[in-house]
């Protein structure tokens, strides 16, 4: 069985799907794994580190995907990787399907098995394949980084012989693994912070990782979850009570974060220019959903914007990416977890178990057709800044809380990277 690695053909991607300690474990399960020569260079990974490792390194994507029967990458392969692939490989990568009918179809055409592991569904067995979660975690980290160096202060409270420095107050906009990460993060580096989210469950994690939980905690909100952690939606007089608070908040912040992504659908609206604009000259906001439309009006998707009033917006592209190295070590092992699942220990050769509930929730196309329900013969999602509610069930601890879904006006869903996304 042959493997093969990729370098990444965006260029504004500097994740790579295998690094060197997963590809020991590859080898170790005797299969041939090829890696393209460059491919973790942006990840700081050099191709002797991959020859130590067991894989041997070709001059070529034609070269390291020749015979492969499974393909790695971070990102869906294009029209020119897709000429290059043989018949039936399977392809595992964060494939973005939604509203790609055209792409899908083009892997569909190209006759390979396409599967999307952020397609990957939330139950106990799959966490160490959650490539959303491992992404979206390091995303938040990153969040609060780059606010900080826009931040023209310090972060915490600094008592010196010259005078007291006050801590920033920063405030957090969603409490899934992005969120509740950005919190610890931001609390670590010495600022006083404030999170808000549509469900009751998460303010008690709020105030495990030392942070004030911002809500209108009336009895509506009290309710706000099912007996099986689901998110309700919200009456329209609560959400203008909410939003009402989180705008009176926000004004007296010195960095927001923005979290909330919709697989599929326009980041829903968070902040108006209004709420902007009273934020004081010098205030940071990063916006993690820029890449789906962004959660704050007047975002740019790779800018940096200042207002009018001397705020700065942050619209940072593929932020997990602006940690290659790390971000490419935890995503090479949910791939890994997932593969295995594939590889049959006995003959080492591939063995794809295509009743199996992980491979029937992510696989794209197969045998030449699109097969997955959500985009067999379906046409793209609508577009909405208020996009109905969509239910995913609580984790019991911020260790394992992966990320959630909102009501209509809900905070914090899974990004597609990232992430998002």
Known sequence: MRIGVLTESD???PRVAAVP???KKYVALGVEIAVQSGAGKTAGITDKDYEDAGATVVGSADEAVRDADVVLKVRRPNAEELKTL???AVVVAIMDPYGREAEVKAMADAGISAFAMELMPRITRAQVMDVLSSQANLAGYRA???ASSEFGKALPMMMTAAGTVPAAKAFIMGVGVAGLQAIATAKRLGAVVSATDVRPAVKEQVASLGGKFVAVEDDEFKQAETSGGYAKEMSAEYQKKQAELVATHIAKQDIVITTALIPGRPAPKLLSKAMV???KPGSVIVDLAVERGGNVEG???????ITEKGVKIVGHANVPGRLA????GLYAKNLYAFVETMIDKESKQLAVKWDDELVKATNLTRDGAVVHDAFKGKAEPPK???PKPEAVKSEESAASNEAKLPDAKGLETPKTTDGEK
């Open 86 to 88: 043989k018949s039936g």
């Open 144 to 146: 609060v980084i780059d």
């Open 277 to 279: 604009d009273s934020m």
């Open 21 to 23: 300690d997963i590809v």
């Open 325 to 328: 190295a790390t971000a490419s």
């Open 384 to 386: 909405s800044d208020t």
């Open 299 to 305: 975002s740019k998707l790779g800018e940096v914007v």
């Open 11 to 13: 260029p504004g991607e």
